[in-house]
């Protein structure tokens, strides 16, 4: 059993910064891929960002490339989702989600998924 504990989540004005964290524990947390995605009301969830056990490789969705950076640190298990510059678009439900092996951006390829952090845009 995996356990996804998101965090960081807030109302920020347009044009500000957040920090999502995202916790994973319960098993060992070797080779796997972990990745953000949002979902915003009456929306399809959707890709946000990705990134691999090493770090090496990160994938963003074209919405939020220099905008948004993904990262990980994995002595605690975690990866974070640094968001500048933010738009009112952004307003979502962010979600991390773990997979095992290559990264991936659809959600349907990922295994565990967190309970969500509200993310609300003022503008």
């Known amino acids: 059993q995996v356990q996804l504990v998101e965090s960081g989540g807030g109302l920020v004005q347009a044009g500000g910064s957040l920090r999502l964290s995202c916790a994973a524990s319960?098993?060992?947390?070797?080779?796997?891929?972990m990745g953000w995605f949002r979902q915003a009301s009456g929306k399809e969830r959707e890709f946000v960002a990705a990134?691999?056990?090493?770090?090496?490789?990160?994938y963003n969705t074209d919405s939020v490339k220099g905008r948004f950076t993904i990262s990980r640190d994995n002595a605690k298990n975690t990866v974070y989702l640094q968001m500048n510059s933010l738009k009112p678009e952004d307003a979502a439900v962010y979600y991390c989600?773990?997979?095992?092996?290559?990264?991936?951006?659809?959600?349907?390829?990922?295994?565990?998924w967190g309970q969500g952090t509200q993310v609300t845009i003022s503008s």
């Open positions: 989600a773990v997979k095992w092996g290559a990264i991936a951006s659809t959600p349907t390829a990922f295994d565990y």
């Open positions: 319960g098993r060992t947390f070797r080779d796997y891929c």
């Open positions: 990134i691999t056990w090493t770090g090496g490789s990160t």
